[in-house]
């Protein structure tokens, strides 16, 4: 069976600033699967708030209306085609965003797709990986819509979740640049077995607690998580 | 559907997208008692994160590597020991910055005499104790200065890739006595040094201000020319309130440029004109 749970929390900068939340979660039941995506707007853009929120719906949009089932690269021209038109002017580098999203099937047929940073973690039939490479250059750098329109800017990745324990996990950069790289699979798995076992809404504000309460000094960026995960019947 | 369901329904309508608010701005949860809410939220201060495991503990680091010269025309004029003057309270600034978002890093690089040399390796500045006077002699050997710069900056050991994008500040008197260009070139062009920052100051007459320009990478912030030992400091200052200020910000990786009309002279009084 099929679980999921997301969720956002301010980080402290923005907070103290009294500006919002530049990230933006979606989490939706889809067909008997779930659609999960996360983005990040660029700290340096005006609006990224707003291009993040749009961002995830958007991708849900698109899921709804079957983009996902043409080739990948006409998907993604159409998604980012309707993202541009929605947005409020015509000024999309003010609402640049980061985006990772996962769209899972009632059989856990699972496809991945980041543009950015952040982290897609997932553990599928025993074995575990992340989407896309890890970072070179420094933090808060990154490919974003509104900024970028290479196709190959895009990561994709394609799973089957089948056993229990198996799960996709979406993250933005303000948790995942403070997590040890050697230490993924570990805290997929922790957090994975410890949302699911509470069920979708004490999941949801455990999931928020371990965000408020993060353990990392002088932490002040925005943070977001989502997972889709199998859990026994 | 269950009355539950209905109740988390409305309320994630309501935040649309999952945006946390204070629970004082909750309508869902108007006319509970705040006593209750205010041991929860004590509750929740006290509860220890469950992902330290995972996590690195450490503040993302802000480093900022400076290259000094110190050939032998440093010597004369005060100018060397307004130098160390000047490094000495940046990095006293940068140590008693409460207020930051990242943990700001100094490094120093000297060139002179022969070779150029790590003078201080990288370290978080309120963990600098002392830093050891700079001394003038000899040639200025700039372009060895640049290679040092630019292995440390593309070094993901020393500065990883949680790092914010680095400032690089170069300080100097007078012309390169090096082949400096393919050095120059290299850090300029390097995927990392490419992305730093860059500030620059010309000491004295005889410094070699085009190549300066051509280091000093924010347009904001050109190359500020020092005529007298009093200008060293004030420019250190801007360099302090520059990085102080992007490290306060909730956007750390833009620059903030150098603000020198807002160092006051020395000697000026206090007065509000």
């Not at chain 1, 907070?15 to 700290?43: K, T």
């Not at chain 1, 047929?109 to 543009?115: D, F, K, N, S, T």
């Not at chain 1, 994975?192 to 993060?214: D, N, T, Y």
């Amino acid at each position: 069976m099929l679980f999921a749970s997301a969720a956002t929390v301010i980080g402290p900068a923005h907070w103290e600033a009294c500006e919002p939340n530049q990230d933006a979660v979606l989490l939706r039941g889809h067909r008997g699967g779930w659609f999960l995506a996360v983005a990040d707007g660029l700290g340096s853009r005006q609006l990224s708030h707003v291009g993040s929120r749009l961002a995830v719906r958007t991708a849900y949009r698109s899921l709804r209306n079957g983009l996902i089932e043409r080739s990948t690269r006409e998907a993604i021209q159409g998604f980012y085609r309707d993202w541009l038109d929605v947005l409020p002017g015509k000024a999309p580098g003010l609402m640049a965003t980061t985006l990772l999203a996962a769209s899972c099937n009632r059989d856990g047929r699972c496809v991945i797709a980041q543009l950015g940073d952040g982290l897609a973690l997932y553990r599928s039939r025993g074995g575990f990986g992340a989407v896309g490479d890890g970072r070179a250059g420094f933090v808060n750098e990154t490919a974003a819509l509104g900024v970028t329109k290479a196709f190959s800017a895009w990561r994709f990745a394609e799973v089957e979740l089948v056993d229990p324990g198996d799960g996709v996990v979406l993250m933005t950069d303000g948790l995942a640049d403070d997590l040890h790289p050697e230490r993924l699979e570990g805290f997929a798995r922790k957090l994975i077995r410890e949302a699911s076992k509470r069920g979708r809404r004490r999941g949801k504000r455990w999931l928020e607690q371990q965000l408020a309460v993060w353990p990392t000094a002088m932490h002040a960026d925005d943070k977001t998580i989502g997972m889709i995960c199998v859990i026994p019947k | 559907m269950g009355f539950a369901k209905y109740m988390e329904d409305n309320y994630s309508r309501y935040y649309g997208t999952s945006i946390v608010r204070g629970r004082e701005h909750d309508p869902f949860a108007r006319g509970t008692d705040p006593r209750k809410e205010e041991k929860e939220a004590g509750q929740m201060k006290e509860q220890s994160s469950k992902l330290k495991d995972f996590t690195v503990a450490e503040a993302r680091p802000m480093p900022v590597i400076v290259m000094a010269d110190v050939s032998g025309s440093m010597s004369v004029d005060g100018k060397i020991e307004a130098l160390n003057l000047a490094l000495k309270n940046m990095i006293a600034g940068f140590a008693a910055e409460s207020r930051v978002r990242a943990e700001i890093q100094v490094g120093l690089i000297t060139f002179g005499g022969e070779d150029a040399r790590v003078h201080l390796p990288l370290a978080p500045a309120h963990r600098i104790s002392e830093i050891s006077p700079l001394a003038a002699a000899g040639r200025t050997p700039m372009g060895a200065a640049f290679e040092h710069a630019r292995k440390l900056v593309e070094d993901k050991e020393m500065i990883s890739s949680r790092a914010y994008r680095p400032v690089l500040v170069l300080v100097s008197d007078g012309m390169p006595t090096d082949d400096w260009e393919p050095a120059f070139d290299a850090l300029c062009r390097s995927e990392r040094g490419q992305k730093a920052t860059r500030f620059a100051m010309a000491i004295g007459a005889d410094a070699d201000v085009g190549m300066l320009e051509r280091f000093a990478n924010d347009p904001e912030s050109p190359v500020f020319k020092a005529h007298e030992a009093r200008d060293i400091h004030r420019f250190f200052r801007a360099v302090t309130m520059s990085v102080a200020a992007r490290s306060q910000s909730t956007a750390l990786n833009n620059n903030v440029p150098l603000m020198l009309a807002e160092i006051p002279e020395d000697d000026d009084l206090d007065l509000d004109f």
